[in-house]
């Protein structure tokens, strides 16, 4: 049983949303203040975190990156519950390292569904399926290589993490801060124009696909599955 830890403190919405996660199968934690929360969840290890913004004591983005930089909870998918108005905390809270954002009135059939979505795509990276495929590209985990039309690409290593997170993460904007720290590391000593050249470098070897690499400016990147034409 999946266990979805809910950090929100208008009592009202945790009861929504207890209700209905539990109905969907899920086990429900929830605290309703930053501080507590941040306690609590690398005791209870949960599947997912539905972490609130505006929180009493320690607010979300704060629970957020604190949760993103620590060894033990980095991998725990955080999606955030914004309110309008909230766009630019909701830039922060996926350069902090978010890995999806609901915006307040949400209904709860969206709210479910995103939660299911990111469910899914953390299961799988985490058994880490072996083979990875993206229309006629295919990439090996075990045997760390990539073939596009039964053609190997010579990918460095770096190349091919790189890669892999943008088909992990596909339809999503990364900014370079997020691809830095999660292909390189947060422990790494370098600057996010790393990210540039080896998204260039990346591009073109990617042959026929280099359009799916999108820039977003000022921001970051983008893996689109439809690419434009
Ligand atoms: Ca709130």
Known sequence: MKQIFVVED?????????????KEGYRVLSEMDGETALKKIP???????LLDLMLPKVDGLTVCKTLKA?????????VMLTAKGEESDKIVGLELGADDYVTKPFSVKELLARVRAVLRRFSKA????????????TLNRAKHEVVLKSQKLDLTAKEFELLDYFL????????????????WGYDYFGTTRT???HVRRLREKLGVYDKH?????????????????
């Open 43 to 49: 005791d209870k290890m949960p599947d997912l975190v």
């Open 168 to 183: 992990t993460h596909s339809g999503r904007v990364l900014s370079r801060d997020v691809l830095l720290n999660n292909v």
């Open 126 to 137: 985490q058994e880490g399926e072996a083979v990875q495929k993206f229309k006629d590209l």
């Open 70 to 78: 620590n060894p033990k909870t980095n991998h725990i998918p955080v």
């Open 195 to 197: 990210v540039d050249v």
């Open 213 to 229: 690499i999108q820039t977003v400016k000022g921001y970051g990147y983008l893996f689109k599955e439809e690419a434009p034409a």
């Open 10 to 22: 208008e009592k009202d919405l945790v009861e929504l949303l207890t209700y209905n996660l539990e």
